[in-house]
C-alpha cells in the first residue's frame, strides 16, 4: 500500500480494526501522526 493509499484511507474512514505484523518505518509513522488531523474526532466530524 502505497503512502498515497494510506493518506486517502485516512482521509475518507470511518472505522477500521484490521491489523498486520508488517513493521513500519519511523518516517511512516510521523507521516500517520500528521495525516491523523484529519482523522474525525469530537470537533471534527
Do not use: G, Q
Not at 493518506?7 to 491523523?36: G, P, Y
Amino acid at each position: 500500500m502505497s503512502m498515497a493509499d494510506i493518506t486517502e484511507v485516512i482521509r475518507t474512514r470511518r472505522n477500521t480494526k484490521e491489523f498486520t505484523d508488517k513493521s513500519i518505518s519511523r518516517s511512516e509513522i510521523e507521516t500517520l501522526l500528521e495525516l491523523a488531523t484529519w482523522a474525525p474526532n469530537h470537533r471534527n466530524t
